[in-house]
DNA sequence: TGCAATTCGTTGATTATTAAACATATCAAT
DNA sequence: ATTGATATGTTTAATAATCAACGAATTGCA
């Protein structure tokens, strides 16, 4: 973990935050290389020693936000949560970065958010299918993951494009109770 | 005015700002430069490309108010606002800027403050001398300057140690009047 | 369609910042 | 006083960011 100049940290992450900013603003095809630049007060050429354009740029952050919660879920398997109380964690972190995962669904690029989403559940979960169950005696595990998984992103996002309709814990607790009928 | 480098720009703002939040902590004599490199997310060595000293840092920052504040005088002046009025904008801008103004008048820094101030006053004042009028007959037109001049800082320091008891305008109309008086 | 204006992505030369190291100075506690 | 620790101010080579310029691609509009 060679530590990285400061002044790569501090680029990146101002251009970082003003394409969030500037996506409240307008739509993400609509965002200019220079608008960037300017909101982030860096030199043009500075997002290309970066990122190959805005799209790679926008891939970046949702790998991030991507990661952020991967870390959430495996340091909630560490402190022995249960399912529900690790999920709750999941959708307080949705709300607290509401307007960009809004936007990203909301736009042309939520199919590449929702299948990196959808991969990072099935890697988590993987090891939660238990096959000796009696109920999933007659059931493929491959199956199991798949409803599970798809299901848990479509009532994400059915949540966040909806504005948030319940309160974090409330939507964590009945999605939970759900998902345990099935594994 | 040939525009100076992004990268100066910003490291001077970042800074100036974390010495100014720093000195709500802790007093000026006990911050290092290396607590204002950290909190300016900057390396120590940038800091000496720009100030000799953190006490020179200190006078630059005094320095750009004292501008701003004449900058704010010289164009009441252009907009024939009469004296109270311009006098507003005055403690409003030591309003805005109060976690400052009363961390350096509290300090052992206050009289650099204090002298470059009141030179800002003597300067901006000595066209608003009248020495025609038939008060001011018998007065050498030094002694109403220096006599006003230092009254209106006292009033300006006592208002900001004190905490600002008053609202701005208020103390703005009352050292109006008691200025008219005398000029 | 055709023209003008942006925007893009890249380039090269220059500059500011960086990390690390250094000797010196200040300071506290023993 | 002596020591250990921390702060200062300076230097070095390496490097990231800057600005200005460029042709090419896109867009917007007449």
């Known amino acids: 973990m060679s530590k990285v100049d400061r002044r790569i940290t501090k680029s990146q992450e101002a251009i970082k935050k003003a394409v969030i900013e500037l996506m409240s603003d307008k739509n993400f095809d ?30 970046k952050i ?19 949560l249960d399912f529900i109380e690790s999920n709750v964690g999941w959708f307080e972190y949705f709300e607290r970065n509401y307007s960009f995962f809004s936007t990203v669904l909301a736009s042309s690029k939520a199919s590449s958010f929702r299948s990196r989403f959808q991969e990072l559940l099935i890697e988590e979960m993987r090891n939660d299918i238990d096959t000796t169950k009696v109920i999933n005696r007659e059931l493929n595990e491959e199956v199991i993951l798949q409803f599970i998984v798809t299901s848990f992103v479509g009532i994400v996002e059915w949540w966040i494009t909806k504005g948030m309709p319940y309160p974090p814990r409330v939507i964590a607790v009945q999605l939970g109770i759900l998902i345990d009928r099935s594994l």
């Open 30 to 59: 609509d965002i200019t290389i220079q608008d960037i630049a300017d909101r982030a007060n860096v030199n043009r050429g500075t997002i290309y020693l970066h990122y190959l354009d805005k799209f790679d740029l926008l891939d």
């Open 62 to 80: 949702i790998e991030e936000h991507i990661n952020e919660l991967r870390v959430m879920c495996e340091s909630a398997a560490e402190m022995d």
